[in-house]
C-alpha cells in the first residue's frame, strides 16, 4: 500500500483588511502520496499560490491567516507546528519553486553560495562539502559545476529557472511544490525544465504539487488533477478521470478553450464572464453565474461533492440525481 505523505482537508485562508474580507480558499481538500504528483489548476487568482503558501505556512500575517482546516505532512499536523519546527521542514522536506526565477534569487550572492545556504542550514557539514554539493547539484540540472561563483545576472531565464530547481532539490526533499515553473520561458526551454523535472521526480522519489493553468503541462508531469475554482476544488480525479471523463461545466469549459489542431475555426471558445471577485463570492455554486447548465438550485446552499468513481470527484448540482 502507497504511502500517504500529504493529507490536506477543508483548508480555508482569508485576507483581512479594514476595508474588505478575501476569501481566497475555501474549504480544499487533496492527498498526495509518495512519489505521486498533482496538478493544481485553474485561472489566474482561484487561491492555487496561495494554497501552497498555506502548506508551508508562509501566507503573510497580516493581512493573511488560515481560518480553518488541517494540513497533515507524513502524520504531522503542520499547523500546530512552531515556526522553528516549520522552518526546519521548509527547504528540508518541503521545497518550493517559486513563481519567477528572476526576483527569486538573490542578486548579490553567486548562485553556489545560494545552493550552498539550503544545504548548510538543514545538514551539518562544513562550509567546503557545501559548496561541493552546490556544485553536483548545478550539474544535476544541466549547468557546469564552475559556473558556482557566478552571479545570477550572468544566466539567462531559463538557467535562472534551472538554479531555483537546483535549490529546491538541494536536501533531497519529499515533497516539491512548483508555482508556474515555466511561465517566463520560452516554449523549447519550458520543455528542457519540465523533462528535468519529471526525470528528477522519478530519481528521487519525490512527491509534486504542480501549481499552473497549462493542461499541456500537467497532461506530462502529473498523476492526478485537481480543478480550483474560487478557492475550490471543483473536480478532482486521476489524469484519465480529468482528460477522458470530465464531468464539471468549467472543466469542460477550460479545455474547449484550447486550440484544436484537428478543428479549423476562426476563433477560440471561451467561458463567459468573469472569475468572481473573492471579497464577493456568489452564494451557492461559485461558478453558477458563469455557467451554461446553471437552475435555481446552483444559486443557493452548499454544492454537493458527487464521487463519480473511486478516484473520480465533481463538485456539481447535475450529478447529485446520479447518485
Same mark, same amino acid.
Given at each position: 500500500?502507497?504511502?500517504?505523505?500529504?493529507?490536506?482537508?477543508?483548508?480555508?485562508?482569508?485576507?483581512?483588511?479594514?476595508?474588505?474580507?478575501?476569501?481566497?480558499?475555501?474549504?480544499? %481538500?487533496?492527498?498526495?502520496?509518495?512519489?505521486?504528483?498533482?496538478?493544481?489548476?485553474?485561472?489566474?487568482?482561484?487561491?492555487?499560490?496561495?494554497?501552497?503558501?498555506?502548506?508551508?505556512?508562509?501566507?503573510?500575517?497580516?493581512?493573511?491567516?488560515?481560518?480553518?482546516?488541517?494540513?497533515?505532512?507524513?502524520?504531522?499536523?503542520?499547523?500546530?507546528?512552531?515556526?522553528?519546527?516549520?522552518?526546519?521542514?521548509?527547504?528540508?522536506?518541503?521545497?518550493?519553486?517559486?513563481?519567477?526565477?528572476?526576483?527569486?534569487?538573490?542578486?548579490?550572492?553567486?548562485?553556489?553560495?545560494?545552493?550552498?545556504?539550503?544545504?548548510?542550514?538543514?545538514?551539518?557539514?562544513?562550509?567546503?562539502?557545501?559548496?561541493?554539493?552546490?556544485?553536483?547539484?548545478?550539474?544535476?540540472?544541466?549547468?557546469?559545476?564552475?559556473?558556482?561563483?557566478?552571479?545570477?545576472?550572468?544566466?539567462?531565464?531559463?538557467?535562472?529557472?534551472?538554479?531555483?530547481?537546483?535549490?529546491?532539490?538541494?536536501?533531497?526533499?519529499?515533497?516539491?511544490?512548483?508555482?508556474?515553473?515555466?511561465?517566463?520561458?520560452?516554449?523549447?526551454?519550458?520543455?528542457?525544465?519540465?523533462?528535468?523535472?519529471?526525470?528528477?521526480?522519478?530519481?528521487?522519489?519525490?512527491?509534486?504539487?504542480?501549481?499552473?493553468?497549462?493542461?499541456?503541462?500537467?497532461?506530462?508531469?502529473?498523476?492526478?488533477?485537481?480543478?480550483?475554482?474560487?478557492?475550490?476544488?471543483?473536480? %478532482?480525479?486521476?489524469?484519465?478521470?480529468?482528460?477522458?471523463?470530465?464531468?464539471?461545466?468549467?472543466?469542460?469549459?477550460?479545455?474547449? %478553450?484550447?486550440?484544436?489542431?484537428?478543428?479549423?475555426?476562426?476563433?477560440?471558445?471561451?467561458?463567459?464572464?468573469?472569475?468572481?471577485?473573492?471579497?464577493?463570492?456568489?452564494?451557492?455554486?461559485?461558478?453558477?453565474?458563469?455557467?451554461?447548465?446553471?437552475?435555481?438550485?446552483?444559486?443557493?446552499?452548499?454544492?454537493?461533492?458527487?464521487?463519480?468513481?473511486?478516484?473520480?470527484?465533481?463538485?456539481?448540482?447535475?450529478?447529485?440525481?446520479?447518485?
Amino acid at each position: 500500500m502507497a504511502e500517504k505523505i500529504l493529507d490536506v482537508k477543508d483548508l480555508e485562508i482569508r485576507y483581512v483588511t479594514d476595508e474588505e474580507t478575501v476569501k481566497a480558499v475555501n474549504g480544499i %481538500s487533496f492527498t498526495l502520496e509518495k512519489g505521486e504528483s498533482i496538478g493544481l489548476v485553474g485561472e489566474t487568482g482561484a487561491g492555487k499560490t496561495t494554497t501552497a503558501l498555506g502548506i508551508l505556512r508562509l501566507v503573510p500575517d497580516p493581512p493573511g491567516e488560515i481560518v480553518g482546516g488541517s494540513i497533515e505532512f507524513k502524520g504531522r499536523q503542520l499547523l500546530d507546528l512552531t515556526e522553528k519546527e516549520m522552518r526546519q521542514i521548509r527547504g528540508g522536506q518541503i521545497s518550493m519553486i517559486f513563481q519567477d526565477p528572476m526576483t527569486s534569487l538573490n542578486p548579490v550572492m553567486t548562485v553556489g553560495e545560494q545552493i550552498a545556504e539550503v544545504v548548510l542550514l538543514h545538514n551539518k557539514i562544513s562550509k567546503a562539502e557545501a559548496r561541493k554539493k552546490a556544485m553536483e547539484m548545478l550539474e544535476q540540472v544541466g549547468i557546469p559545476g564552475e559556473r558556482c561563483d557566478e552571479y545570477p545576472h550572468q544566466f539567462s531565464g531559463g538557467m535562472k529557472q534551472r538554479v531555483v530547481i537546483a535549490i529546491a532539490l538541494a536536501c533531497s526533499p519529499e515533497l516539491l511544490i512548483a508555482d508556474e515553473p515555466t511561465t517566463a520561458l520560452d516554449v523549447t526551454i519550458q520543455a528542457q525544465v519540465l523533462e528535468l523535472m519529471r526525470k528528477l521526480k522519478q530519481e528521487y522519489n519525490t512527491s509534486l504539487i504542480l501549481i499552473t493553468h497549462d493542461l499541456g503541462v500537467v497532461a506530462k508531469i502529473c498523476d492526478k488533477v485537481a480543478v480550483v475554482y474560487a478557492g475550490e476544488v471543483i473536480e %478532482s480525479g486521476t489524469l484519465k478521470d480529468i482528460y477522458t471523463d470530465k464531468r464539471h461545466p468549467y472543466t469542460i469549459g477550460l479545455f474547449d %478553450s484550447l486550440p484544436d489542431i484537428e478543428n479549423d475555426s476562426e476563433s477560440l471558445k471561451v467561458i463567459q464572464g468573469m472569475v468572481p471577485d473573492p471579497s464577493n463570492l456568489p452564494d451557492g455554486c461559485k461558478f453558477h453565474p458563469r455557467c451554461p447548465h446553471a437552475t435555481e438550485a446552483c444559486k443557493t446552499g452548499v454544492m454537493p461533492s458527487i464521487q463519480v468513481s473511486e478516484t473520480h470527484m465533481v463538485r456539481c448540482n447535475r450529478f447529485s440525481a446520479e447518485v
